[in-house]
């Protein structure tokens, strides 16, 4: 089984957070084995970086298939999710709870969800993670599945349109 590959990235601060999580991902979740981390920073409260400079490296990574999915945490997430979400291929979404870190996936297929250091305690932020990893788009909601699809398929063509 290939490693799944997900980037992550913070601002000052998200870094708390950011720094929990690749702990997380890299040494306590039960399949840590199967996943590889790519981080991009920041590395230490003593070399900050803002939010539109750090996600653009997350979504780097994914539009060039370095990575599959990818975190950013800032204070409250939201400036992530924007600077995110101005590249075309990216659908982040802003997650604070575990059922909206679930239905990122299942709705929106997310392939970036964003979270805030502030806000989201560690032990939250693990569980949304988990539960972020532990679904596919449509899942759990296969009664829907036609109009999520077309949906989707919508939104790039939005983006089609918009991103040329």
């Known amino acids: 089984m290939p490693k799944q590959k997900i ?9 708390p957070l950011k720094q929990e999580l690749v702990k997380y991902l890299t040494e306590e979740r039960p399949d840590k084995n199967n996943i590889e981390v790519l981080d991009f920073g ?67 297929n997310a392939n970036i969800i964003t979270m805030g250091g502030w806000i989201t305690a560690p032990f939250l932020a693990r569980e949304i993670v988990n539960a972020w990893l532990s679904v596919c788009f449509t899942q759990k909601m296969e009664f829907k599945k036609e109009f999520l699809t077309n949906a989707c398929q919508r939104v790039q063509a939005l983006e089609k349109e918009n991103f040329k």
């Open 42 to 108: 920041i590395e230490s409260a003593e070399k900050p970086a803002p939010y539109f400079e750090q996600a653009p490296k997350v979504v780097s990574a994914i539009l060039e298939g370095k990575a599959e999915k990818g975190i950013l945490i800032c204070g409250t997430g939201q400036g992530m999710a924007i600077v995110a979400n101005k590249h075309k291929g990216i659908y982040a979404c802003v997650v604070d709870s575990i059922f909206s870190g679930e239905r990122a996936k299942i709705i929106n």
């Open 7 to 15: 980037a992550l990235a913070s601002d000052l601060s998200g870094f």
